[in-house]
């Protein structure tokens, strides 16, 4: 990076550190049951950990937020209820989610989503704190659960309210981190899913909350709908 564009880049990131209001984490019960009344199966249980996304941030009330819009689609998808809890926190880093976050998990949940790195890119962690602490995560996270996905860094590269230049910045650093869980999730067998790349509507007004930076209510469902059709083929095993 030359050092026009690296003046601009720390400039823009210094105007929205001072500018930018992030959405709150909302109000509302973190766990709930979504699904079909009528079911001879017992519920799945679906546990979130990770950051604002799994805390819904950007909505107002936690029932409109991502976790339960990712449980709503899977009890559509299996036809069975699913039991959902988040362990979220605005801010969270991979560090905080492995020491704060999952060690509050005290059940064996079916499904484990671990939803973190948006805050690790923007706190300019390295690629190698990334590793260490994602590697750390999942491996204390396979004695709760033999079903567990990882979910890549949120879309920061097209919100609406940083600058161009960091936005452009921002994705080089998130396409790195995508490379490198890729590679942690393989070695463990756990299931990575990669929402960066994906189209999700995050070029849109209508994807983002008043904050112009987390998903709104648009947002968390259009980007759960995708995520559940990604995972059509893993969710098989709970058929």
């Given at each position: 990076?030359?050092?026009?564009?690296?003046?601009?880049?720390?400039?823009?990131?210094?105007?929205?550190?001072?500018?930018?209001?992030?959405?709150?984490?909302?109000?509302?019960?973190?766990?709930?049951?979504?699904?079909?009344?009528?079911?001879?199966?017992?519920?799945?249980?679906?546990?979130?950990?990770?950051?604002?996304?799994?805390?819904?941030?950007g909505v107002d009330d936690q029932k409109d937020g991502f976790i339960p819009?990712?449980?709503?689609?899977?009890?559509?998808?299996?036809?069975?209820?699913?039991?959902?809890?988040?362990?979220?926190?605005?801010?969270?880093?991979?560090?905080?989610?492995?020491?704060?976050?999952?060690?509050?998990?005290?059940?064996?949940?079916?499904?484990?989503?671990?939803?973190?790195?948006?805050?690790?890119?923007?706190?300019?962690?390295?690629?190698?704190?990334?590793?260490?602490?994602?590697?750390?995560?999942?491996?204390?996270?396979?004695?709760?659960?033999?079903?567990?996905?990882?979910?890549?860094?949120?879309?920061?590269?097209?919100?609406?309210?940083?600058?161009?230049?960091?936005?452009?910045?921002?994705?080089?650093?998130?396409?790195?981190?995508?490379?490198?869980?890729?590679?942690?999730?393989?070695?463990?067998?756990?299931?990575?899913?990669?929402?960066?790349?994906?189209?999700?509507?995050?070029?849109?007004?209508?994807?983002?909350?008043?904050?112009?930076?987390?998903?709104?209510?648009?947002?968390?469902?259009?980007?759960?709908?995708?995520?559940?059709?990604?995972?059509?083929?893993?969710?098989?095993?709970?058929?």
């Amino acid at each position: 990076m030359n050092v026009a564009r690296r003046a601009r880049v720390l400039a823009e990131a210094w105007w929205a550190k001072h500018h930018v209001h992030l959405a709150a984490e909302p109000a509302g019960d973190r766990s709930g049951v979504v699904g079909p009344l009528a079911s001879d199966r017992s519920p799945l249980s679906l546990v979130a950990v990770g950051d604002s996304m799994v805390a819904g941030c950007g909505v107002d009330d936690q029932k409109d937020g991502f976790i339960p819009a990712i449980a709503q689609e899977i009890a559509g998808a299996l036809g069975r209820q699913v039991q959902w809890r988040t362990y979220g926190k605005l801010g969270a880093t991979m560090r905080r989610v492995r020491y704060r976050l999952l060690p509050e998990v005290d059940e064996s949940p079916d499904l484990l989503i671990v939803c973190a790195g948006s805050n690790d890119i923007m706190a300019q962690r390295s690629i190698d704190e990334w590793k260490t602490d994602l590697a750390a995560v999942l491996d204390e996270a396979q004695p709760l659960t033999d079903n567990i996905v990882v979910f890549s860094s949120g879309q920061l590269y097209n919100s609406p309210s940083l600058g161009p230049a960091l936005r452009k910045f921002l994705e080089g650093q998130i396409d790195a981190q995508t490379r490198a869980s890729r590679e942690i999730c393989a070695e463990r067998g756990v299931f990575f899913l990669d929402m960066t790349h994906e189209n999700v509507r995050s070029d849109t007004d209508e994807f983002y909350a008043s904050d112009h930076f987390h998903p709104g209510v648009f947002g968390y469902r259009y980007m759960a709908g995708r995520s559940v059709e990604l995972l059509d083929d893993y969710l098989r095993r709970f058929r």
